[in-house]
Structures are given as structure tokens and as C-alpha cells.
Nanobody, 119 residues
Framework: QVQLVESGGELVQPGGSLRLSCAAS????????MGWYRQAPGKQRELVAT???????NYADSVKGRFTVSRDNAKNTIYLQMNNLKSEDTAVYSC?????????????WGQGTQVTVSS
């Protein structure tokens, strides 16, 4: 069984910074693309950032210049450095990963971590 476990979410003031982590554990061949998504109350889940296995990144326009996605392939971990946080960044942040098993690939999700930006 494969698990994705996020950490790092908390209450932060506007203008502050947070670093989220998401680690994959279990039995698999490798991890392909990974990503961060968020869902605010009453809104649909939206893409925040993605990163391929070779480090190519993609960001939502709303976070460009403020958020940075990175990964450590040796640790099967993805990170999201969030700077200059705004109240509209408040959401549950979830990671996903395309996990390669022997002969197939599956998309797996973490359980999410709450980020609240408020004074």
C-alpha cells in the first residue's frame, strides 16, 4: 500500500511564509509527476503547482512568484514553499503523485493539511 502524508499546514499571518511537505511511502517502483492542489470552503479543488520527475514545474497564475514547488526524489518527497501568503490562500492543501508500480501507474492522493492565513 502507498501512502502520501502531508505536513506543515498551520495558522499564519498575511505576508508570512510556510513550507509544506508530502512524503510517499510504501512499495512501488518510482514516482512520476507530483503536485499540490488546494480546496477552499465552498470552492472546487484547484491546481497550485506540479513538478515532473525531472524537475519541470507548472504553477497556477495566482501563486506565481510567491510559491515554489520542489522535490527530493531520494526521499520521495515534494515540497511547497509559500511566501507572501494572502487570506485567499486559506485552504486545505493536498498532494498527489503518479506512482509507478510493476506494469502500471496509479494516481494517489494525500489526506490534506490545513493552511489558514489570518491576522
Amino acid at each position: 500500500q502507498v501512502q502520501l502524508v502531508e505536513s506543515g499546514g498551520e495558522l499564519v499571518q498575511p505576508g508570512g511564509s510556510l513550507r509544506l511537505s508530502c512524503a510517499a511511502s510504501g512499495s512501488f517502483v518510482s514516482i512520476n509527476a507530483m503536485g499540490w492542489y488546494r480546496q477552499a470552503p465552498g470552492k472546487q479543488r484547484e491546481l497550485v503547482a506540479t513538478i515532473s520527475s525531472n524537475g519541470n514545474t507548472n504553477y497556477a497564475d495566482s501563486v506565481k512568484g510567491r510559491f515554489t514547488v520542489s522535490r527530493d526524489n531520494a526521499k520521495n518527497t515534494i515540497y511547497l514553499q509559500m511566501n507572501n501568503l494572502k487570506s485567499e490562500d486559506t485552504a486545505v492543501y493536498s498532494c498527489n503523485a503518479y506512482v509507478r508500480f510493476s506494469g502500471y501507474v496509479q494516481l494517489r492522493w494525500g489526506q490534506g493539511t490545513q493552511v489558514t492565513v489570518s491576522s
